[in-house]
């Protein structure tokens, strides 16, 4: 066969499945063999295939053996539908609108053939081409959002740079984590990763490619070269992919935009490298067949195994992805069993000739890379739209083929067989115990033990001679009192009973005569008491039961109940061991010789038409789960790996499935040098073209970085020059007197001269320094004298020794004592806030001096003389004596504990306020800065629960906000709702799923689901098209902080004022409900 033979014949086969794929997305049919039918009998046009499929929607159409065997010769596309357990029921067109729906299906047909009839791009590329177009648009329109939006890098290259060895992350360009999630997966495969590294294009091509595929494949290979020699040897934290999604827009031609099945991007990349490499390999073996590693890699072979009417036939396949069912189906295992046999198959293996019809596959050769392709979208079509199964499916991480190989068919029917006749067996044991578990002939059923026991305890009651409805007058009124002497039902209280009946005949009137008090019986008032009267019986009994009757009764219902615990432990024994003997079918040694290790799990999380996506991958150096999402690569593990890819838990769920050989270590090892035998990394790894290009790369970064650095040190020059300024300027202004009552205090007076080191003027109150000034002198002074009235000795040396003693007593108080939450000392003192977290003495003492230095406390003689030598004893302070690092330090921390206190107070004053989107800044860097501190003590910040929960319902109470906005319809008030989302609430949510607190995440799934609900709601197409731009932003699962808005302005106070609104504000939310969500 010729070169131009060959590729007439695959363009053909890959028309054809084309034309099938198009049938079975309108038809909703996915029976091959029927969709193969239909294209045969209207001759390859689609529009009456359509017509044949929907004539015969009743039933099943009949096909002869000719049709059967021609149909089955065509399947050697590596892509067939194989494995489909969906029901082969046709839509249903035979409403009043059958014709009008026809006609439409075929114009559309009609249309797609003729574009492929024009162009030779057929519908699948079209779809890549749409949903890539869409990513570069957003890249694009990503270049020009401000640093406030969520897909923005962080302008500090610090940010962006990689940790050691740690694996590299891919940035999502937009809406391209489908793009991250398949090529990490890929580039983990060690010998996927070497085949691109080192391949170099055919020679024949290099200057001149000679058709559309040598066009388009080799630029992509290039880039996909340059990609993976970035994951290799970058200094960048993550890389940027855009280039080599831009060869893959470029290769398809398309004006719209949708999204667009993993899958198919999936299966359409494999088909370029399967291309690329196909080049290289037919001029690499001149004379000899030509090997396609990427064939090798990921395609195998399968045998079809059919009978049709009773007639055999075999012929095997080629495949990639496998696709398997999920619905309906439990655990992987079972899905391959549904996949490997359709129809009924006993005709297979039976000396019958049988009538009916079947097929089973068997693997006669699987490819190092098995991946699996877990269908979990479904056409709704009641609702006209797509739909995700979100059921639970659970799959292993050793995966042993040898029941599904063609070498093992005989002893698999065996085992099939065997495990057909015990799940048989199993369901009339399970039917028997049920009748045990749920006994009785009415809608409410009991366990058989449970009522005999019951009877039981019936027929041992102590009997009653009288009728139940005998002491009740049925003449008396609906209030329900017999007699004059109880009091009347307004008189009680609800849940009290009435003192003739609590305090029995004992507390019963003297006057009343013993006839009368019998006479009086209580009626139980059901909507009155909350307790039955004491004389009426708690359960019902026999009136009239004699001693041999209940002593017979006893024995039989004491016997039957033992004889039903006995047959009940039987049966679920039973049960039991059956369910453990189909387990254990396939563990002997001879069934467990082809395993498979899962290597990656791609994951998704949304609804059919929206999401985000991510991969887990296993790292067999470190032994553990590496999950990447999009720019954040982190260390993973099962529990979270079940968690997020089983399914049934939110609305994440496994996709697709890669599992590779376990006994070909090749696919996961590195590569050694052949002369030292040292292994290969990093940068060792590149042919020479790409270490170049990576250098080239690094060296950008590290100017990046030197550039940055370059910048902060300028712009630290300058704050330090222009503070220095300030506080040289505000010396001469401050006061030496004061008047004021003694107010608590928190500052720290400024040093005296360089000898003392300098103070952080943001340490200092804003509103008024001279202020707070005065608070502390107050403090001092009052320390001083006390300290003069106590000493005999009025030497300054002295004075000042005692009056650090007092004063660091007064604060040991307060550090000590017990407050309510309004009250929080350290806002007070920064000696408070370091006696909690247990501050190095050397730094207590040298605070409390400088406080003593301080030049305001110069207004007389005295307080000058101890001011002095205060200065004289720091002046004397070695620097091997106090770490003045760790001293700054220290006072640093409570400057940010000071500004966090300050977000605190502000967000939760504006969110008291119902004003949420100004209150929402200030609750999210006041948790952050909090978390930040709390990670160095439990008393270094506040409450952090409290601050957790109104950040939280801040971000609730906006989502509500802006979907109202967008439920109006309204387009003023709709653009404000989204850029609501967009600005404010999507970029705080990797905040609320870094910590995975189960509050937090619940938030976070009720405003996903909030907006989710819209997908299937009517609405304005320029609505739907906003929605579904929105939606891939909310369904975001990084957990990578970007980027978004600036810290807010911190509001001045003075620390009195700082007290009182702390206080007011503490006391006014701890009154909310601290519960919720």
């Given at each position: 066969?010729?070169?131009?033979?060959?590729?007439?014949?695959?363009?053909?086969?890959?028309?054809?499945?084309?034309?099938?794929n198009?049938?079975?997305?309108?038809?909703?049919?996915?029976?091959?063999?029927?969709?193969?039918?239909?294209?045969q009998?209207?001759?390859?046009?689609?529009?009456?295939a359509?017509?044949f499929?929907?004539?015969?929607?009743?039933?099943?159409?009949?096909?002869?053996?000719?049709?059967?065997?021609?149909t089955?010769?065509?399947?050697s596309?590596?892509?067939?539908?194989?494995?489909?357990?969906?029901?082969?029921?046709?839509?249903?067109?035979?409403?009043?609108?059958?014709?009008?729906?026809?006609?439409?299906?075929?114009l559309?047909?009609?249309?797609?053939?003729?574009?492929?009839?024009?162009?030779?791009?057929?519908?699948?590329?079209?779809?890549i081409?749409?949903?890539?177009?869409?990513?570069?648009?957003?890249?694009?329109?990503?270049?020009?959002?401000t640093?406030?939006?969520?897909?923005?890098?962080?302008?500090?290259?610090h940010?962006?740079?990689?940790?050691?060895?740690?694996?590299?992350?891919?940035?999502?360009?937009?809406?391209?984590?489908?793009?991250?999630?398949?090529?990490?997966?890929?580039f983990?495969?060690?010998?996927?990763?070497?085949?691109?590294?080192n391949?170099?294009?055919?020679?024949?091509?290099?200057?001149?490619?000679?058709?559309?595929?040598?066009?388009?494949?080799?630029?992509?290979?290039?880039e996909?070269?340059?990609?993976?020699?970035l994951?290799?040897?970058?200094?960048?934290?993550y890389?940027?992919?855009?280039?080599?999604?831009?060869?893959?827009?470029d290769?398809?031609?398309?004006?719209?935009?949708?999204?667009?099945?993993?899958?198919?991007?999936?299966?359409?990349?494999?088909?370029?490298l399967?291309?690329?490499?196909?080049?290289?390999?037919?001029?690499?073996?001149?004379?000899?067949?030509?090997?396609?590693?990427?064939?090798?890699?990921?395609?195998?072979?399968?045998?079809a195994?059919?009978?049709?009417?009773?007639?055999?036939?075999?012929?095997?396949?080629?495949?990639?992805?496998?696709?398997?069912?999920?619905?309906?189906?439990?655990?992987?295992?079972?899905?391959?069993?549904?996949?490997?046999?359709?129809?009924?198959?006993?005709?297979?293996?039976s000396?019958?000739?049988?009538?009916?019809?079947?097929?089973?596959?068997?693997?006669?050769?699987l490819?190092?890379?098995?991946?699996?392709?877990?269908?979990?979208?479904?056409?709704?079509?009641?609702?006209?739209?797509?739909?995700?199964?979100?059921?639970?499916?659970?799959?292993?991480?050793?995966?042993?083929?040898?029941?599904?190989?063609?070498?093992?068919?005989?002893?698999?029917?065996?085992?099939r067989?065997?495990?057909?006749?015990?799940?048989?067996?199993?369901?009339?044991?399970?039917?028997?115990?049920?009748?045990?578990?749920?006994?009785?002939s009415?809608?409410?059923?009991?366990?058989?033990?449970?009522?005999?026991?019951?009877?039981?305890?019936?027929?041992?009651?102590?009997?009653?001679?009288?009728?139940?409805?005998?002491?009740?007058?049925?003449?008396?009124?609906?209030?329900?009192?017999?007699?004059?002497?109880?009091?009347?039902?307004?008189?009680?209280?609800?849940?009290?009973?009435?003192?003739?009946?609590?305090?029995?005949?004992?507390?019963?009137p003297?006057?009343?005569?013993?006839?009368?008090?019998?006479?009086?019986?209580?009626?139980?008032?059901?909507?009155?008491?909350?307790?039955?009267?004491?004389?009426?019986?708690?359960?019902?009994?026999?009136?009239?039961?004699?001693?041999?009757?209940?002593?017979?009764?006893?024995?039989?219902?004491?016997?039957?109940?033992?004889?039903?615990?006995?047959?009940?432990?039987?049966?679920?024994?039973?049960?039991?061991?059956?369910?453990?003997?189909?387990?254990?079918?396939y563990?002997?040694?001879?069934?467990?010789?082809?395993?498979?290790?899962?290597?990656?799990?791609?994951?998704?999380?949304?609804?059919?038409?929206?999401?985000h996506?991510?991969?887990?991958?296993?790292?067999?150096?470190?032994?553990?789960?590496?999950?990447?999402?999009?720019?954040?690569v982190?260390?993973?593990?099962?529990?979270?790996?079940?968690?997020?890819s089983?399914?049934?838990?939110?609305?994440?769920?496994?996709?697709?499935?890669?599992?590779?050989?376990?006994k070909?270590?090749?696919?996961?090892?590195?590569?050694?040098?052949?002369?030292?035998?040292?292994?290969?990394?990093g940068?060792?790894?590149?042919?020479?073209?790409?270490?170049?290009y990576?250098?080239?790369?690094?060296?950008?970064?590290?100017?990046?970085?030197?550039e940055?650095?370059?910048?902060?040190a300028?712009?630290?020059?300058?704050?330090?020059?222009?503070?220095?300024?300030?506080?040289?300027?505000a010396?001469?202004?401050?006061?030496?007197?004061?008047?004021?009552s003694?107010?608590?205090?928190s500052?720290?007076?400024?040093?005296?001269?360089?000898?003392?080191?300098?103070?952080?003027?943001?340490?200092?109150?804003?509103?008024s320094p001279?202020?707070d000034?005065?608070?502390?002198?107050?403090?001092?002074?009052?320390?001083?004298?006390?300290?003069?009235?106590?000493?005999?000795?009025?030497?300054?040396?002295?004075?000042?020794?005692?009056?650090?003693?007092?004063?660091?007593?007064?604060?040991?108080?307060?550090?000590?004592?017990?407050?309510?939450?309004?009250?929080?000392?350290?806002?007070?003192h920064?000696?408070?806030?370091?006696?909690?977290?247990?501050?190095?003495?050397?730094?207590?003492?040298?605070?409390?001096?400088?406080?003593?230095?301080?030049?305001?406390?110069?207004?007389?003689?005295?307080?000058?003389?101890?001011?002095?030598?205060?200065?004289?004893?720091?002046?004397?302070?070695k620097?091997?004596?106090?770490?003045?690092?760790?001293?700054?330090?220290?006072?640093?921390?409570?400057?940010?504990?000071?500004?966090?206190t300050?977000?605190?107070?502000?967000?939760?004053?504006?969110?008291?306020?119902?004003?949420?989107?100004?209150?929402?800044?200030?609750?999210?860097?006041?948790y952050?800065?909090?978390?930040?501190?709390?990670?160095k003590?439990?008393?270094?910040?506040?409450?952090?629960?409290?601050?957790?929960y109104?950040?939280?319902?801040?971000?609730?109470?906006?989502?509500?906000?802006?979907?109202?906005?967008?439920?109006?319809?309204?387009?003023?008030?709709?653009?404000?709702?989204?850029?609501?989302?967009?600005?404010?609430?999507?970029?705080?949510?990797?905040?609320?799923?870094?910590?995975?607190?189960?509050?937090?995440?619940l938030?976070?799934?009720?405003?996903?689901n909030?907006?989710?609900?819209?997908?299937?709601?009517?609405?304005?197409?320029?609505?739907?098209?906003?929605?579904?731009?929105?939606?891939?932003?909310?369904?975001?699962?990084?957990?990578?902080?970007?980027?978004?808005?600036?810290?807010?302005?911190?509001?001045?106070?003075?620390?009195?004022?700082?007290?009182?609104?702390?206080?007011?504000?503490?006391?006014?939310?701890?009154?909310?409900?601290?519960?919720?969500?």
């Amino acid at each position: 066969m010729t070169v131009e033979q060959n590729v007439l014949q695959q363009h053909s086969q890959k028309h054809q499945q084309t034309l099938l794929n198009q049938l079975r997305e309108v038809t909703g049919t996915t029976d091959i063999q029927l969709l193969q039918q239909a294209l045969q009998v209207s001759n390859g046009d689609v529009a009456e295939a359509v017509a044949f499929l929907t004539e015969k929607n009743s039933k099943v159409p009949q096909q002869d053996e000719t049709t059967y065997y021609q149909t089955s010769q065509v399947a050697s596309d590596r892509y067939i539908s194989v494995g489909s357990q969906a029901d082969t029921n046709v839509i249903d067109l035979t409403g009043d609108d059958k014709d009008d729906l026809q006609r439409a299906i075929a114009l559309s047909l009609e249309e797609s053939s003729r574009a492929f009839r024009e162009t030779g791009i057929t519908d699948e590329e079209q779809a890549i081409s749409r949903v890539l177009e869409a990513s570069i648009a957003e890249n694009k329109a990503s270049l020009k959002r401000t640093h406030t939006e969520v897909w923005s890098d962080s302008p500090n290259p610090h940010d962006r740079k990689r940790i050691d060895s740690c694996p590299v992350g891919l940035k999502n360009v937009g809406n391209t984590c489908w793009f991250s999630a398949v090529i990490q997966s890929l580039f983990n495969l060690l010998e996927f990763q070497r085949l691109v590294l080192n391949y170099s294009p055919p020679a024949r091509v290099l200057d001149l490619p000679r058709n559309q595929k040598e066009h388009r494949n080799l630029p992509f290979m290039q880039e996909l070269r340059n990609l993976f020699s970035l994951m290799v040897g970058s200094k960048r934290k993550y890389v940027d992919p855009s280039r080599a999604v831009e060869i893959l827009k470029d290769a398809f031609k398309s004006s719209e935009s949708q999204q667009q099945d993993v899958s198919e991007f999936t299966h359409k990349l494999l088909d370029w490298l399967e291309d690329a490499f196909q080049m290289k390999a037919e001029e690499d073996s001149v004379g000899e067949k030509p090997k396609n590693p990427m064939v090798e890699l990921f395609y195998g072979r399968f045998l079809a195994v059919g009978v049709l009417e009773g007639k055999k036939f075999e012929n095997t396949e080629m495949f990639g992805q496998y696709p398997l069912q999920v619905n309906g189906f439990k655990d992987l295992h079972e899905c391959l069993e549904a996949a490997m046999v359709e129809g009924e198959i006993e005709s297979l293996h039976s000396a019958e000739n049988s009538a009916r019809s079947g097929q089973e596959h068997w693997f006669t050769e699987l490819p190092p890379v098995l991946t699996f392709e877990l269908s979990r979208f479904e056409f709704n079509q009641a609702l006209g739209r797509p739909e995700k199964i979100h059921n639970k499916l659970e799959f292993p991480s050793m995966l042993y083929m040898d029941r599904y190989m063609d070498r093992n068919r005989e002893i698999t029917r065996i085992k099939r067989e065997e495990i057909r006749r015990l799940k048989e067996h199993l369901t009339v044991l399970q039917q028997r115990l049920e009748r045990y578990l749920s006994y009785g002939s009415g809608p409410k059923r009991f366990p058989l033990a449970d009522v005999l026991q019951y009877a039981m305890e019936f027929a041992s009651s102590k009997p009653v001679c009288t009728s139940p409805v005998e002491d009740i007058d049925t003449s008396a009124p609906p209030g329900g009192t017999t007699g004059q002497q109880l009091p009347p039902p307004s008189t009680a209280e609800p849940d009290s009973v009435p003192p003739q009946e609590s305090s029995g005949p004992a507390s019963a009137p003297a006057a009343a005569p013993p006839a009368a008090q019998q006479q009086r019986v209580p009626v139980h008032k059901p909507f009155t008491q909350s307790r039955l009267p004491p004389d009426l019986p708690m359960h019902p009994a026999p009136r009239h039961i004699t001693e041999e009757e209940l002593r017979v009764l006893e024995g039989c219902l004491h016997r039957w109940r033992s004889e039903v615990e006995n047959d009940t432990r039987d049966l679920q024994g039973s049960i039991t061991r059956i369910h453990r003997t189909i387990e254990l079918m396939y563990t002997d040694k001879s069934m467990m010789q082809v395993p498979y290790r899962l290597h990656a799990v791609l994951v998704h999380e949304g609804q059919a038409n929206a999401g985000h996506y991510w991969a887990y991958i296993y790292d067999p150096h470190q032994r553990c789960w590496m999950k990447y999402n999009d720019i954040s690569v982190t260390k993973s593990s099962w529990e979270e790996l079940v968690r997020d890819s089983f399914g049934g838990y939110r609305n994440a769920s496994a996709y697709c499935l890669m599992y590779i050989n376990d006994k070909k270590p090749f696919l996961i090892e590195e590569e050694f040098d052949k002369e030292t035998g040292q292994i290969l990394s990093g940068m060792d790894k590149l042919p020479p073209d790409l270490k170049q290009y990576v250098k080239e790369d690094n060296e950008q970064f590290d100017k990046e970085i030197e550039e940055w650095d370059a910048m902060q040190a300028r712009k630290a020059q300058q704050e330090k020059l222009a503070l220095a300024a300030a506080a040289a300027s505000a010396a001469p202004s401050s006061t030496s007197t004061s008047t004021s009552s003694p107010q608590p205090m928190s500052i720290e007076s400024s040093p005296p001269d360089n000898t003392v080191a300098q103070q952080d003027p943001e340490y200092l109150e804003q509103p008024s320094p001279t202020g707070d000034f005065k608070h502390l002198q107050e403090d001092t002074e009052r320390a001083i004298s006390r300290a003069a009235a106590e000493q005999e000795d009025r030497s300054p040396e002295v004075l000042l020794n005692a009056a650090i003693k007092l004063e660091y007593a007064r604060l040991l108080r307060f550090a000590q004592e017990d407050t309510p939450p309004e009250l929080d000392y350290r806002l007070h003192h920064v000696i408070v806030y370091f006696i909690q977290n247990e501050a190095p003495k050397k730094i207590l003492e040298r605070t409390l001096l400088t406080q003593f230095a301080d030049r305001n406390l110069a207004f007389d003689e005295r307080c000058k003389s101890i001011m002095q030598v205060a200065r004289a004893k720091l002046d004397l302070i070695k620097p091997e004596e106090v770490n003045m690092d760790e001293y700054e330090m220290w006072h640093q921390d409570y400057r940010n504990f000071r500004e966090t206190t300050v977000l605190m107070v502000t967000g939760l004053e504006l969110f008291q306020k119902s004003n949420y989107v100004e209150a929402l800044m200030y609750l999210i860097y006041s948790y952050q800065y909090n978390r930040e501190l709390l990670l160095k003590g439990l008393y270094r910040g506040h409450d952090e629960e409290l601050l957790g929960y109104h950040r939280r319902e801040c971000l609730l109470k906006l989502n509500e906000q802006a979907a109202a906005m967008f439920e109006s319809g309204e387009e003023p008030e709709v653009g404000t709702g989204l850029g609501i989302m967009n600005e404010l609430v999507v970029p705080c949510i990797p905040l609320l799923l870094a910590q995975e607190a189960e509050k937090d995440l619940l938030a976070v799934e009720d405003m996903r689901n909030r907006w989710c609900s819209y997908l299937g709601q009517e609405m304005e197409a320029n609505l739907q098209e906003k929605l579904t731009d929105f939606l891939p932003k909310l369904l975001d699962c990084s957990t990578e902080m970007k980027s978004f808005h600036d810290p807010p302005k911190l509001p001045s106070y003075s620390t009195l004022e700082l007290c009182e609104r702390f206080g007011r504000i503490v006391a006014a939310v701890g009154r909310a409900p601290g519960e919720g969500r």
